[in-house]
Structures are given as C-alpha cells and as structure tokens.
C-alpha cells in the first residue's frame, strides 16, 4: 500500500465566511495554468433560468501547503449551470457542460471568456456533454465529453463531439481532435509538465499521452476512475475512485516503464497524521492536487 500525504490548508467554512458566500454552493473546484486553485461558486436559491456566480481565487505555497493569498471575482448574473472554470491570459473562460442545439444555424453558446469584473468579452459553442474543461500553458481549451456529448443528444445526429476529446483555441476553432481511438466517454484528462495532454477513456479504460501529433497508449487495468494525478518525473500515475480485478475498490499508483505498465500498487490519501482522507470532490492538473473531504476541509498535494 502506497500513501499519498495531503496538507490541510482551509476549510470550506471559512471561505464562505470570510466572501459572505452564505447561500452559495460549489460548481467547480480546479487549478488553474498559473497553479491557483479556482473555486466556482453558484448561488441556485431559485429556480430561474440563470443565477449568480463567484469564484474564490487561492494562491498555496504548494511545497508547504500554507496558503499564501485569497481573492473574490464576482462574476455577476450568468447563465444557470456554469460547470468549469479557467484563467485564460488576465480572462476566465466559464463552461456548461450542457448546450441545447436546435439545428446547425441555431445553438446555445456554452462557452463564456469574462473579464475579472464579469464584463462578457466573447462566447462560443462547444458542444453538448461536457465531461471536463482544462486550459494548457499555450491557451489551448481542451474539452472531453461523455457518451451525450459523443452520441448526440436534443436529436442531432453528428455532434461536435462525437471525437470524444477536443482542442480549441481562444476563438473557440477546433485546432485538434481524436481521430485514434473510440471513445465513448472520456473519463479524465490532464497535462504535464511539457503542456502534454493525457487522457482516460471508455471503453478500453487506456491511458493516452499525445503532443497532439504522436501518442503513447498505456494499458493500466485500472477501470472507471474519475481522475488521475501525474507525477512531476511523468513516470507513475495515480488513479482516483478506480476499479482493478483483484483488488479493493479505490486509488490505485501505477508506475510507467517506456510505453508500458511496470508495476499496480493500490495507494490510500492521508493526512500528516496518517488518517486517511475521504474525499468527494478535486481538482487536478499536471502533478498538483486539490482535494475537499467530507469534512468540508480543503488539502493539497504534489507527487514527486
């Protein structure tokens, strides 16, 4: 068993103390492309067709796991069901997982560039079905998509994401998309630290490294995880919430040799007392980690 230590740096209880974000709940917790951990927050107090929403901006020594500095954005009164956010340059791109098309003149742009007072600067569509949102160190908007986003919903037959897995710029232009493998739902993607994209997918539940020109396919047997971390040498991966034969539902360290799998060692997250972490929500990118316990207590981890 392989132990992963986590940092406790804030609860979630002082945050919303701290912003008066009483009434708010989470939408989004992710790291951003300046290492800054985003907390999307959405006030759903009512059953309108659009809502308010903020986002809680935290700046971690991540070798210490002390925080450094917190910030507000008030992104004002959107669109209900905002469900990624993303620094972009000094922008922050903002993304619904689901968008209604009607027909192929006529859809509901999903994707929102604002400024850090909320002013709308561009929108566009990028399909419906979003499974996740991540933006590299070059802006390259990177989205995958669940079997609606694949398949099509709304009754459109040959939808933008039928790939499974695509690149856009910050035009919304599709500047790359898989054309490899099939993917029915692609469960988890992440960069590393030469802004290569990985990603997790269904149905064979294989790990893909591209520089968006050639790719490495891995073999992990480790099924229906919902994330997986990098480390910062990219020689081992560790899967969350996965499934492997023969062992015990959970996290899994799985260590890469060439373009194959040396070694599976189920790993647990704990704390620096060694009390292991339930977790039910993350953030990840590249080999850093954000996690939120059960607890509503907020930790964070780098895998060397």
Known sequence: MVDITLKHFISLQDIHSKFGLEGYHIADLSIGNDDNIYILFSDSSHKAESCFYKAVV???????GQLVYDSLLDFGKLDRGMDFVQPINNDYLLVKSRARFYNKYTYDNNAFILDEMGKLKSEMYFGDGIEQCIVDGNNRIITSYFDEGVFGNYGWINPIGKSGLIAWSLKGEKIWGNKEHDIVDCYAINIDSLDRLWYYY???FNLVETNYREETEYEP???YASGFL???KMTSVIFLNGIKKGHN???FKVTLKGNKISKTEECRLIDVGGR???FYDFGLRKYKGVFLDRNKQLYSTEID
């Open 230 to 232: 990098l480390n910062r």
């Open 58 to 64: 935290l700046t971690l020594d991540w070798q210490t």
């Open 276 to 278: 292991e972490i339930e």
């Open 221 to 223: 047997e480790v099924e």
């Open 202 to 204: 269904y149905t064979k």
């Open 249 to 251: 539902n959970g996290c």
